[in-house]
């Protein structure tokens, strides 16, 4: 069997746009001639290799490295048109909620490079958001777009308690420490008490 068609040379390419559109941080225009393609010459391959089986090759027979390097290449190729629609699909989740969960606006800005099935799956996942979001908040309370600001860790610390100081008034307000208690505080707040031996840091 001649291997002069270079299989799995198209799905490289796919390949490589997802690269390109990873180094310039943006949706390139959707390739879909390309992942037409692809599928086609997966169709191509596994009709070879149900013409292979059915001729009964084993291995040990002439036509076994043939096979096996088909079914390589096959697997190889569904890899790629994962990745490649993996990668495209990230791009555009990240979009939406950059734009603050506006489908509309990312279309507006994205949707000339974005698939019929892409466009899709936009609306649709918006629709989904927006339910969990009636779903847990009826009131729409809660903006599932806004980011969510950690305290560096370096200003918290957690601490156990080894004498119990009783109530103590700190910026966050009153803590009434037990002995034998975990608390995650302010470190400005405690620090005191742990050179005093009432608290210790836990690590």
């Known amino acids: 069997m001649s291997f002069d068609n270079l299989y799995g040379e198209l799905a490289n390419r796919l390949v490589l746009q997802s690269k390109q559109s990873m180094n310039l941080a943006q949706l390139l225009p959707y390739d879909g001639p390309l992942v037409q393609l692809v599928i086609q010459e997966q169709n191509e391959l596994d009709r070879k290799l149900q013409e292979m089986e059915?001729?009964?090759v084993n291995m040990g027979d002439e036509g076994w490295p043939a096979l096996v390097i088909l079914a390589h290449v096959m697997q190889?190729?569904?890899r790629c048109l994962l990745?490649?629609?993996a990668?495209?699909?990230?791009l555009i989740s990240t979009a939406y909620w950059d734009a603050g969960g506006a489908a509309a606006h990312v279309l507006n800005c994205l949707q000339e490079n974005m698939s019929l099935?892409?466009?899709r799956?936009?609306?649709d996942y918006g629709d989904s958001v927006v339910t969990y979001r009636d779903d847990i908040s009826a009131d729409d309370a809660v903006d599932l777009a806004l980011g969510i600001t950690r305290p560096?860790?370096?200003l918290m610390v957690t601490v156990e308690a080894i004498i119990a100081p009783g109530p103590i008034q700190t910026q966050s307000g009153t803590i009434d420490f037990k002995?034998?208690?975990r608390y995650i505080l302010l470190k400005s707040d405690v620090e005191h008490l742990i050179l005093q031996g009432y608290l210790k840091e836990v690590v």
């Open 76 to 78: 190889q190729n569904k």
């Open 54 to 56: 059915r001729s009964g």
């Open 83 to 85: 990745a490649y629609h």
């Open 179 to 181: 002995y034998g208690q």
């Open 117 to 119: 099935p892409e466009i």
């Open 152 to 154: 560096p860790k370096e």
């Open 121 to 123: 799956y936009l609306r």
């Open 87 to 90: 990668q495209r699909l990230g």
